[in-house]
């Protein structure tokens, strides 16, 4: 291999490395929230809505649950915040590229680890914009690094979906942030450290990142970070400080011309956008109800008892750890095709969406066995549900935007993906009056909430059902094209 080709190859894997080191790090940590809210319980925060009452025997007791809704309301904002601010992150990573959006996602990113640090049960309501700052910060450092899978052409599903695994794998931060509290480590120690981490996200986004984006298809001998020369394209004169060619001007992933792309209204308009924002959403205001309830919801299936509830929370963070091992079988799904010959007249995005079918068919029937063992009054079974929990939510992420590279002109990606995060935030909102439903009219009992979510649950097989007939429409019109042809 040439010396400059060498040194593109472990430029990229660096890249790669990195990259999934940030997303499995730092980025989703935000979504590790149960573990965060058995810390902050123990440090006394929002410890005043606690009020003592008098059971039916006479004793009293310790009612927290208006603390518990206070902390799934700081949740519920933080994960609003997370999808509905990738629409204008969207346009704000299309239009001036990497470099300025990853700088302002480590900006909000940093922000928010010290407004936790310095927040204190006196100051408990720093954890409302600090959480929210996490969120957002950590929604931008995975956006701006899922562009990275361009670089490996056919593996370019795969390499999204892992980052998204990564991203669901960070949430066990709080569980090492936990683990550490409970040996000595401050609360403030430990998020002044990830305060501290921002220097390296800065100098990945100088050296290991492009200014503007990755391109797909990539152009031969591509370069970008501290290596890229300046464009060079075809009648146009070779960079003087770089052998190589570089695309880094060009939009993200922008295909080469061969045909009219569709406007980004038109996209809005598809049935695919439409029954895809449905698959999303329902199966995401089920995972986000369930996060933000775990502790009460452990509270009262184990009568309180403190290490149990710690047990299962540990439980639930380790198996988020996972995420990042589930997610590239999402990927291998639907890069299953590649290495295979297409049918007979089968463009290349018609292949994709073909693959993309039973990634949709199986993440929605993920979902509905996690909802149906979440409405379980069982303890033990509990361990099935996180499991089942982590898988669901890794192919649910990392299916998101591989469908979107796929089905829409990747000239769109920021934006579409972007607004299909905010419109889903949307949705996500109905996850607090649930909560507070559960707590008031039914009596802290979730079951008849989490049979209507369950319910609501299967219209996500709508998506996939609608991609496999738009696929066989397509096929059977090549078939009477061929036999057109030949009759003649």
């Known amino acids: 291999m040439p010396e400059p ?12 490395i990195t990259g999934l080191v940030e997303c499995l790090c730092f980025a989703g940590a935000v979504f590790g929230w149960a573990s965060l809210v058995f810390v902050l319980k123990e440090e006394g925060y929002f410890i005043s809505m606690c009020v003592n009452t008098t059971t039916v025997n006479g004793t009293q007791s310790l009612d927290c649950s208006a603390q518990d809704e206070q902390f799934s309301l700081v949740f519920t904002i933080a994960s609003f915040l997370n999808n509905f601010l990738t629409l204008p992150n ?71 979906t892992l980052y998204n695994g990564a991203f669901d794998s960070s949430s066990a931060l709080f569980l090492i942030i936990k683990l550490l509290h409970e040996v000595g480590i401050s609360l403030r120690g430990s998020f002044l450290f990830l305060s501290a981490c921002s220097i390296v996200h800065v100098l990945r986004t100088v050296f290991l990142l492009p200014r503007k984006f990755i391109p797909y298809p990539l152009p031969d001998h591509y370069t970008y970070g501290m290596n890229c020369g300046k464009s060079e394209t075809a009648g146009t004169e070779v960079a003087t400080n770089s052998p190589h060619k570089t695309a880094e001007e060009t939009p993200l992933t922008k295909d080469a011309p061969v045909k009219q792309e569709r406007s980004f209204r038109e996209c809005l308009m598809s049935r695919f956008f439409v029954w895809h924002l449905l698959w999303l959403s329902v199966m995401q205001l089920r995972h986000y109800l369930f996060i933000g309830t775990l502790n009460p919801m452990l509270q009262r299936l184990t009568a309180g008892e403190s290490s149990l509830v710690s047990q299962y929370t540990n439980a639930f963070a380790v198996t988020q750890l996972c995420g990042v091992l589930c997610a590239p079988w999402n990927g291998l799904i639907m890069d299953r095709h590649k290495s295979r010959p297409r049918a007979a007249g089968e463009t290349e995005q018609e292949a994709d969406l073909r693959a993309s079918v039973l990634s949709l068919f199986l993440t929605a029937l993920q979902c509905v066995l996690f909802s149906v063992c979440a409405s379980s009054p069982s303890l033990p079974l509990q361990y099935l549900t996180f499991v089942l929990q982590v898988l669901n939510r890794s192919f649910l992420y990392g299916g998101n935007a591989a469908f979107l590279s796929v089905a829409f002109p990747s000239c769109h990606f920021g934006k579409l993906y972007g607004l299909v995060m905010a419109l889903s935030a949307v949705f996500s909102l109905l996850q607090y009056p649930c909560f507070a439903l559960v707590k008031g009219a039914l009596h802290g009992d979730p079951l008849y909430v989490n049979i209507g979510l ?21 096929a059977s019109q090549r078939s009477k094209s061929r036999d057109t042809t030949t009759s003649s």
């Open 5 to 16: 080709e060498s040194k593109l190859s472990v430029q990229r894997g660096l890249t790669f």
């Open 90 to 160: 969207g346009f704000l990573f299309d239009r001036f590229g990497t470099t300025v959006a990853r700088l302002f996602g480590i900006f909000l990113y940093t922000m928010g680890t010290l407004m936790v640090s310095f927040s204190t049960a006196a100051l408990d309501y720093l954890l409302f914009p600090a959480l929210s700052l996490l969120a957002v910060g950590g929604i931008l450092i995975l956006m701006t690094n899922m562009q990275v899978g361009n670089l490996f052409g056919s593996r370019r599903s795969t390499i999204i």
């Open 454 to 474: 369950t319910l609501l649950s299967l219209l996500a097989f709508i998506h996939p059902l609608s991609v496999y007939l738009h696929c066989r429409r397509l």
